[in-house]
């Protein structure tokens, strides 16, 4: 259509969503959070390595259920993915938690990511996309990589305007995420074969809230458990930043590995119920976890 997405999307907006997360990562001010090494640790293993293999495990058990093939690819995808930047931040600052390390932590993943999540996404869901595995991350190199880079070299010389004039980087990713979006279903519905039932789509949004709740407890007890060396503080970055996963960096890496794949907007549903699932329910946990802060640093 006149959007020309195959342009737009793939390279412009892509490009430009990573050129933004480039020029807001302070990763200059995060010599200090590399002493956390366990933190960091810790958070990079539950993951990289639990999350997608405890959710393949017990997908291998929903594949024998009615439920739609792709949405359950789709929670595969979200357990692929690394955590976000903005949402995951809030809630630890509203809380009082470790907000430094959980900033070095999200900005290496933000690196990381860049080759971990599609190298994961192959691994776990195999080279289903039409593109080539060198065009992948080449694709990936210009449009993530480059311009992640670039940002963060621009930030070195703007770095006082930018402290000074506070851009909307959240609302600049947002309103470009929502067209990338907006395409990719477009290209979805179009196709008249397209099959989305209701009962999947409501078990699969059962299954997100179950999933992040049960991560969420998971993760809370490994951190607080009587041997733990882990701050109360820490504890509540580790939550946030171990269940968390970030749409601004999966819808775009999801278009790039799977390019022209007929059911990619289904793949792409559970992530997009994902990310509004994990704000709502830590903005309602976060008195919960402040006051038990509060407490445990008393």
């Known amino acids: 259509g006149p959007l020309k997405p195959e342009i737009t999307i793939t390279y412009i907006a892509v490009s430009a969503i990573f050129f933004n997360s480039g020029l807001s990562l302070k990763t ?15 958070v990079q293993i539950f993951t990289l390595v639990f999350f997608p293999t405890a959710i393949w495990v017990f997908l291998q058990l929903l594949s024998i259920t009615p439920i739609n093939e792709w949405l ?3 929670l595969q995808t979200v357990g692929c993915m690394p955590p976000p930047v903005s949402s995951a931040v809030i809630l630890t600052k509203a809380v009082g938690g470790n907000e430094v390390s959980f900033h070095f932590t999200v900005s290496v993943f933000s690196f990381q990511g860049i080759v971990i999540t599609p ?29 992640l880079i670039t940002g963060q070299i621009v930030r070195r010389y703007i770095k ?24 990719t279903f477009c290209d979805t519905f179009a196709n008249p074969n397209i099959d989305l039932d209701k009962f999947s789509l ?16 998971l993760t809370f007890l490994f951190s607080t458990r009587n041997n733990s060396t882990f701050t109360p503080a820490d ?13 601004t960096l999966g819808i775009p890496m999801l278009k790039i590995v799977f390019a022209g794949y007929e059911h990619l907007s289904l793949i ?8 509004p699932a994990q704000i709502l329910l830590g903005s309602l946990l976060v008195p919960t976890i402040k006051s038990w802060m509060v407490s445990r640093q008393k």
């Open 28 to 42: 200059e001010e995060l010599t200090s959070a590399l002493m956390h090494v366990k933190l960091h640790l810790f």
């Open 72 to 74: 359950l690819k789709g």
């Open 119 to 147: 190298l994961l996404l192959l691994l776990f869901l195999g080279s289903s996309s039409s593109v080539p595995f060198t065009s992948i991350f080449s694709q990936l190199f210009m449009t993530v990589a480059v311009p």
């Open 160 to 183: 006082d305007w930018l402290e000074r004039k506070k851009p909307p980087f959240g609302a600049i990713s947002s309103c470009v995420l929502l067209m990338i979006i907006y395409t």
């Open 268 to 275: 792409s549903v559970p992530l997009l119920i994902y990310h």
């Open 202 to 217: 409501i078990i699969i949004v059962f299954i997100i809230f179950s999933v992040q709740m049960s991560f969420m407890f």
């Open 235 to 247: 504890t509540v970055a580790i939550v946030f930043c171990s269940t968390h996963k970030s749409l």
